[in-house]
Each structure stands twice: as structure tokens, then as C-alpha cells.
């Protein structure tokens, strides 16, 4: 799936803003204008686009992880390296996204059966897994796309569920 489009999705699941955005890059090493930000979020028709690199779409994840997991004057150590490829691309999205909300494997699971994906827990541990596991699940565009949606779902019926408390 398309880095520009992962990025978008994940913004309307957690209903942030562009300063928001431009933090939470920042918090992730990458430090970008507004006006960057914008052309990362627009349609590739746009004469503003600008596209979503591997670097961009972790930076912001890494930051991602650090705005919700950090306490106040805490700091984290950077997350390791991983070489970045046509086939981990999806499965890090969803492993950073996980450790950013600390989902436990039943969230996981009810996250792609929101998303209309059923999934089973042997599923679920391959694409956890490590690339050179025999039991390594590659993430298709399938079920990113499933699991974001899902994400979605869930998040913004939360912050609904918050809003009318």
C-alpha cells in the first residue's frame, strides 16, 4: 500500500491535526514545514504532492510511539534499525502502531474483525514474526488496509464514546 495513503489513514483514525503531525515528526527525527506535511496528506493530482518515502512514514511512526508512550521529561532510546523492504513495509506499520498503543493480541484481532478481516491468532504471531522465521506472515496490502479501517472504527468510536461521557 502506498506510504502517502497508510499516512493518511492513520491521521483520520487518531483525528490529529496538522501541528500535531508536524510534532509528532519532529519527535521522530524528521523536522518538516506545515506546508510538507500538507503535500504528504493531498491526492497525487495536486500540484502540492509531495511523496511519502519509507524514511518519512517510520520517522512519523517512531514519533508516533514516542508521543504516547513517553512520560514528561522521559526520553526514549531510538528504536533499532530496520532495513525497510517491499515485503516488511506493512508488517513494521503495523508492529510500530502496536507498540505506540500498547495493543494487546485480542486487540489485534478485534482491530481486523472491525475491519471486516477475520484473523486467527496464528496470523497474527506470523506477521509479529521476524522476516527470517519460518513462520514469518508477509502483510499483504489486504490486510493493512483492513486493519487500518479497523483502527479507524475503533479509535474514533472511542473518542465519540469520550465525547458524550
Do not use: W
Not at 511519502?52 to 508521543?67: A, D, M, P, T
Not at 523492504?85 to 505506540?100: Q, R, T
Not at 489485534?108 to 514469518?136: A, C, D, W
Amino acid at each position: 500500500m502506498q506510504n502517502n495513503k497508510v499516512l493518511k489513514r492513520i491521521r483520520y483514525a487518531l483525528k490529529y491535526r496538522d501541528k500535531k503531525m508536524k510534532k509528532i515528526f519532529a519527535l521522530g527525527g524528521l523536522d518538516l514545514s506545515l506546508n510538507e506535511i500538507n503535500g504528504l496528506l493531498v491526492n497525487e493530482s495536486d500540484p502540492t504532492y509531495k511523496n511519502c518515502s519509507n524514511k518519512h512514514l517510520h520517522c512519523f511512526l517512531n514519533g508516533l510511539i514516542f508521543f504516547n508512550r513517553s512520560c514528561e521529561g522521559e526520553t526514549l532510546s531510538e528504536p533499532p534499525f530496520i532495513k525497510i523492504s517491499k515485503h516488511n513495509a506493512n508488517n513494521l506499520v503495523i508492529k510500530k502502531l502496536n507498540i505506540a498503543f500498547k495493543f494487546s493480541q485480542e486487540e489485534i484481532i478485534h482491530i481486523f474483525n472491525l475491519g471486516e478481516l477475520p484473523v486467527t491468532t496464528t496470523e497474527v504471531n506470523g506477521i509479529f514474526r521476524g522476516e527470517k522465521s519460518k513462520m514469518y506472515r508477509e502483510c499483504g496490502d489486504k490486510y493493512i488496509r483492513k486493519f487500518l479501517k479497523g483502527l479507524a472504527i475503533l479509535l474514533r468510536s472511542k473518542a465519540k464514546a469520550e465525547e458524550l461521557l
